[in-house]
Structure formats: structure tokens, C-alpha cells
């Protein structure tokens, strides 16, 4: 006869030998840590070593993933940071000292003027670096103009990366002992003004597209350097200029008198290993560099001079000032002049001089040595003095100096 209900359990405690008002229901919290024998079986529950779950120690790698429901820990039952030392090395990137990021996401800041005005102690001691991530910034110079303060560095991550774009059109930069490297400045419209000193471009490249515009830049400092700088558009200089081992366009413009480098006034200009390309399909005036008015200094070395345009073009023109030529090509296939002074002093060595109107022309002081003179002569009824040594023509034939 099988037995059913309260008969069974009645049967199964006689069996155990145990009372029947013994068993009791167990209420709710009635069962503490302290009435669960420890994993270790020893170390008791009031403590905070040991083995197994404790009241107030959970033993190393006890939870595991699989112990924790997908979503069962929520942010609420989180309080406080989580120490670095719970963080396994190189889930997370951890946050560089002095080192400000420019992102579209992720970053301390997602346009380059905040991220500048958020730096209040840059100095020789400690310097900072914004670094700006792939992508596309407006400069918004309309809004104010951007200042990179002495010893702040703002790196693009390339110059085929990170463009930042001049959308408002003219607009101003400051720089002083700071460095910009590493990235693209496109300009669609107007120019940049760049002010300050002793700063550093390097790896940059400046395209302007305004054909209604003289230069992409108008650079009004002492002691800017441009280091492996394409700048397309060309470049205007009222201060102390240096451009090494970069290459200079002066692309089609609808505007006259444009071209590469113009030196205005009192400016000093030193070009070292670099091209100067001029290009262009109209019949306005164009030129590689342009010292105009004043008692300006242009010195070019190792360089390479090219002006090609139908009719109405200068390699290097100069009113006033002295220019120095050494190691360097100067060519202009269909314009005036390789190389034209009205009353400067030009110096010229170990060079080539190309002009099928003229080589050389107008007036001043000319001393040559060791050099190629590829076209004539055209004085255009100005005075000049010239001094021919070592000199040879475009058939290699002894140099006459007018």
C-alpha cells in the first residue's frame, strides 16, 4: 500500500528517529553566514580571510563571469572609483599629463580654439602638446582669433588626416615659441594672418583655392620657420622668414602681381632647399619671390626657381634691398625675366639663369661668379654695374657682362 501526503513524511521522520515537533519552518533571514559551515570547514564566518564566501570576505576569483547574469550589474551597484589596479593593462587608455586631445568623439575636446584656451600654464618646464585626431575642424576664426601660446605644440595626426579648415575666411592667428606640425590648413576662401615669433610650421600643407586672393598667408613675425611645408597659394612675409626643404605654389589666380614668396619692405627672406613653382595659363603678372620697396635682405640657396606662365612673368624681381644666389636655379621659359632689379644689389654664385626675353634685366648692382647665364641681357634703360667672373652663357661660351 503506498502511503501519500502528511502519512509519508510521518513515516519518513519515525525512520529518522527524530521527533516530530523538531522540524520547524525556517523563516525568512533565519539563516545567517554564521550557521553555514565554511568552505575550509575551519576558519569560521566572522572573518575576513580564509576561504569560501564570507559575511565580510569574498575570496579571490570566487565570482566568476559565469556566476553573474548578463546585466545583473548595474551602474546603482557601483559606488566609488575603480582603482587602476583593477584594470586590466590595455583595455583602456590610460590619460597622458600635458597631452590634450582634438576628436570628432572620445577626446578631452571636438574643436581646436577650446582645447587652446583651456591651457593656462604652458612653459619651458612644462609643455604641452595638443594632439588632434583624424578628421575635419573648422578653424572658426571668425570667432576668435587663434592663439597657441609660447611652448604649446598642436600636432595633427597627418597631413593627409587631420585638415583643419579656414570656413570663415580671412582670420588671424597668433604664435609665439610654439610649433605646428602635421597637418593640412585648407583655406576656400580669403587668407590667414599669422602674427608672433620664433615658431615653427613643419610637415604642414596650406592649400588655398581663392583665385581672387594675392597669398595664402600673410605672415607678420620675427623668426617664423616653414620645414617641410607645401604651401599652395603662396606666401606673403613682413617679418623674418625662413622656408627649408619645401616646395611653394603659386597657383592660377584672376588677380595681377601674385606668385610665390612676396618680401615686403624691410623683411628678411632666407630659402634654403626648396622649389618655388609657379604655374599658371593667364597673362597677368606672376613671379617666384618678389622683394618690393624698403632695404629688405633675400637670401636663396640650393633652390629651385620655376615661373611658368605665357608672357608676363619674373623669377625673382626686387626694387630695392639685396638678394644673394647661390647653388640654384632660376627659370622662366616664356616671361620677361629670370631675374630683374630696378636699384638692388644681387649677388650671384655657382647658379643658373634662365630668361628666353631676358636672362637678366634692369638696373643696380650685379656681381656673378661661376655661373650659367641662359638668355641676354636687358638693362630697359636703367643704370646698372656689373662684375662677370667665371661666367658662361647658354652655349658655354666666357660670360660679356654688359
Known amino acids: 500500500m503506498r502511503l501519500k501526503g502528511a502519512a509519508a513524511v510521518l513515516m519518513i521522520v519515525a525512520s529518522m528517529s527524530l521527533p516530530v515537533e523538531s522540524l520547524a519552518v525556517i523563516g525568512p533571514n533565519q539563516v545567517v553566514s554564521s550557521s553555514i559551515r565554511p568552505a575550509d570547514g575551519t576558519s569560521g564566518q566572522d572573518v575576513t580571510v580564509g576561504t569560501g564566501i564570507k559575511r565580510g570576505h569574498i575570496q579571490d576569483a570566487a565570482v566568476t563571469g ?86 604649446v605644440t598642436i600636432e595633427g595626426s597627418g597631413e593627409n588626416a587631420t585638415f583643419l579648415v579656414a570656413n570663415s575666411g580671412w582670420g588671424d592667428m597668433s604664435l609665439t615659441n610654439a610649433e605646428i606640425r602635421g597637418l593640412t590648413i585648407n583655406i576656400p576662401s580669403g587668407h590667414i594672418r599669422i602674427w608672433g615669433s620664433r615658431s615653427l610650421f613643419r610637415n604642414v600643407t596650406v592649400n588655398s583655392t581663392d583665385k581672387f586672393e594675392y597669398h595664402a598667408l600673410w605672415l607678420y613675425g620675427d623668426g617664423f620657420t616653414f620645414d617641410r611645408v607645401l604651401a599652395k597659394g603662396g606666401l606673403y612675409n613682413a617679418g623674418n622668414l625662413v622656408v627649408d626643404n619645401s616646395r611653394i605654389e603659386g597657383t592660377p589666380k584672376l588677380v595681377d602681381w601674385t606668385g610665390g614668396i612676396f618680401n615686403e619692405g624691410n623683411a628678411t627672406l632666407t630659402v634654403r632647399n626648396t622649389v618655388i613653382d609657379v604655374t599658371d595659363s593667364n597673362t597677368l603678372t606672376h613671379y617666384g619671390i618678389r622683394l618690393n620697396y624698403g632695404s629688405g635682405n633675400v637670401v636663396i640657396s640650393n633652390s629651385s626657381i620655376n615661373v611658368n606662365v605665357p608672357s608676363n612673368g619674373y623669377g625673382v624681381i626686387a626694387v630695392n634691398g639685396n638678394i644673394q644666389i647661390s647653388s640654384s636655379q632660376i627659370k622662366v621659359p616664356q616671361g620677361i625675366a629670370g631675374l630683374q632689379s630696378i636699384e638692388a644689389s644681387v649677388f650671384v654664385d655657382n647658379s643658373e639663369i634662365t630668361g628666353m626675353r631676358s636672362a637678366i634685366s634692369g638696373g643696380g648692382s650685379f656681381k656673378i661668379g661661376s655661373t650659367k647665364v641662359n638668355g641676354p641681357f636687358d638693362l630697359q634703360g636703367l643704370t646698372a654695374t656689373f662684375k662677370c667672373i667665371n661666367s658662361y652663357d647658354g652655349d658655354y661660351n666666357q660670360l660679356v657682362c654688359p
Not at 547574469?69 to 551597484?77: E, L, Q
Not at 618646464?125 to 594632439?131: L, Q, S
Open 66 to 151: 559565469s556566476k553573474i547574469a548578463d546585466g545583473a550589474v548595474t551602474d546603482t551597484k557601483i559606488t566609488g572609483p575603480i582603482s587602476a589596479s583593477k584594470i586590466q593593462d590595455g583595455v583602456f587608455q590610460k590619460k597622458t599629463g600635458n597631452v590634450i586631445t582634438v576628436a570628432k568623439t572620445g577626446g578631452d575636446f571636438t574643436a581646436l580654439l577650446p582645447a587652446l584656451q583651456s591651457i593656462t600654464d604652458a612653459s619651458e618646464t612644462n609643455p604641452y602638446i595638443i594632439k588632434i585626431m583624424p578628421g575635419v575642424y573648422d578653424l572658426d576664426l571668425a570667432a576668435a582669433t587663434i592663439v597657441v601660446n609660447p611652448f
